[in-house]
């Protein structure tokens, strides 16, 4: 309910200002042709400098406003794009874990299979669960951010212990040799933060510094550090990297580097997004950057500092 009247909101909101734009452009575009028709009809000179000033005026706001309407249309038509490339994206990252289910399960029914063999199925499988299980999270939580549905469980939490549970969980999936994710960080760092929504972060930033390596050469570095008041954790990968031109574009919803390397790999778009408005909702912020395609990617999330471990 309220997050059908907030959408609701939205919409109205996103109409108002393109439709207030063109009404006043309209406006001040007819008001200047009937004045300007009236003055040359009467073959009055010009006299008043206020008259003047009005018209010039008028004509300013009537192109300001037919600039500010080009860019919504363009920023319009920018989001249309996004989300059919999501819609494409979702599409595969639901069909591709469930026609491996399917398999592993039709499978599973020949009788000749050594108990090995079912458990090699079975771990498969639920390999794809969680798979479509944290896909279908980072969905939910992206639709909760977005309508302002988020609350947090703010507590000082022990950032080794969650960065563990993350490196575990995102070496389970990827399945990729042992030490290809190695963790640096003081063991009673703390952040004064909500330990699902780190979670939630960390296993996104984790999971595409693997993700976006190299498959032989898996190298990802997960740090923490105290700055002040604030704790910085960084991962750090030597993947394919990200053009510096798109670096302030990567966090934006639905949005894919457009490569080919990025391509090739299963993606929606949305973690980021997601990881950036979780920082920002937890007094944090996010930070991605990047020396350019194939020099790595070092993600670097600030949150306040827990209060126990202080020194
Ligand atoms: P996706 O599901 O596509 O991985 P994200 O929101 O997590 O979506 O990331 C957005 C885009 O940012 C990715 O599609 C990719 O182009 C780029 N990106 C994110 N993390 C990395 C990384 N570690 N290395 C290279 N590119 C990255």
């Known amino acids: 309910m309220f997050g059908r009247r907030s959408k609701n909101h939205r919409q109205f909101a996103s109409v108002t200002l393109p439709i207030g734009l063109g009404v006043t452009a309209g406006g001040l575009t007819i008001a200047l042709l009937v004045g ?8 009055e000179p010009l006299q008043s400098t206020s008259l003047l000033v009005l018209g010039i005026v008028s004509y300013i706001v009537v192109i300001g406003a037919l600039a500010a309407l080009s860019w919504l249309v363009v ?5 249309v794009s996004r989300q059919d490339s999501f819609i494409d994206s979702v599409t595969h990252e639901l069909k591709s874990p469930l026609a491996s289910i399917r398999l ?3 499978t599973l ?11 090699q199925l079975r771990v498969m499988m639920l390999g794809d669960v969680d798979r479509l299980s944290s896909f279908i999270d980072d969905v939910l939580e ?15 939490v022990p950032i080794a212990v969650v960065a563990r549970e993350c490196m575990a969980a995102v070496a389970k999936r990827r399945t990729i040799p042992e030490g290809s994710v190695v963790m640096t960080m003081p063991e009673s760092l703390q952040a004064h933060t909500d330990p ?4 939630t972060m960390l296993r996104n930033l984790i999971d595409n510094a693997v993700k976006y390596s190299k498959p032989e050469a898996v190298h990802v570095a997960v740090n923490a550090e105290a700055y002040g008041a604030q704790v910085a954790i960084t991962v750090r990968d030597q993947g394919i990297g990200i053009p510096r031109s798109q670096l302030g574009r990567v966090s934006e919803r639905f949005f894919r580097v457009p490569s080919e390397a990025v391509r090739s790999r299963p993606g929606t778009g949305i973690g980021l997004f997601v990881v950036k408005a979780l920082a920002q909702s937890l007094g944090g912020r996010l930070v991605v950057d990047s020396e350019g395609e194939g020099f ?3 993600v670097r999330v600030w949150l306040p500092r827990g209060d126990d471990e202080r020194q």
Do not use: F, V, Y
């Open 36 to 43: 300007w028709t009236l003055i040359l009809a009467r073959n």
């Open 75 to 79: 920023r319009q038509m920018r989001e």
């Open 104 to 106: 592993a399960l039709e």
């Open 109 to 119: 029914e020949r009788p000749q299979l050594k108990p090995e063999q079912r458990e």
């Open 142 to 156: 992206a639709s909760r951010i977005l309508h302002g549905r988020k609350s947090h469980l703010i507590q000082d």
């Open 196 to 199: 699902t929504a780190l979670s």
């Open 296 to 298: 790595g990617t070092t």
